[in-house]
């Protein structure tokens, strides 16, 4: 079983919930998975300080999200794609 690691910023995990959630009404095959669970984990931590500086590092700090290919296959059947 194989596991792919991707690093993306907050920045980066912001767009791609937003174009793979929100834009596309949940239809892009794998938004359950559970790299997806942890990315929207991720910004829920978004601090509460209104401070430019402390947003700013929060947004682009990397985080490694790892998922099992075998686990996004059966997540891609399921959906029919």
């Known amino acids: 079983m194989a596991t792919h690691k991707i690093t993306l910023t907050r920045y980066g995990i912001a767009e791609v919930l937003k174009w793979c959630i929100e834009r596309n009404h949940k239809n892009i095959p794998g938004t359950d998975?559970?790299?997806?669970q942890l990315m929207q984990g991720e910004l829920k931590k978004k601090p509460d300080s209104s401070d430019y500086f402390t947003l700013h590092q929060f947004w682009k700090e990397p985080v490694t999200a790892t998922e099992n290919?075998?686990?996004?296959?059966?997540?891609?059947e399921k959906k029919g794609h």
């Open 33 to 36: 998975s559970a790299a997806f």
């Open 69 to 76: 290919a075998k686990e996004a296959e059966t997540q891609m």
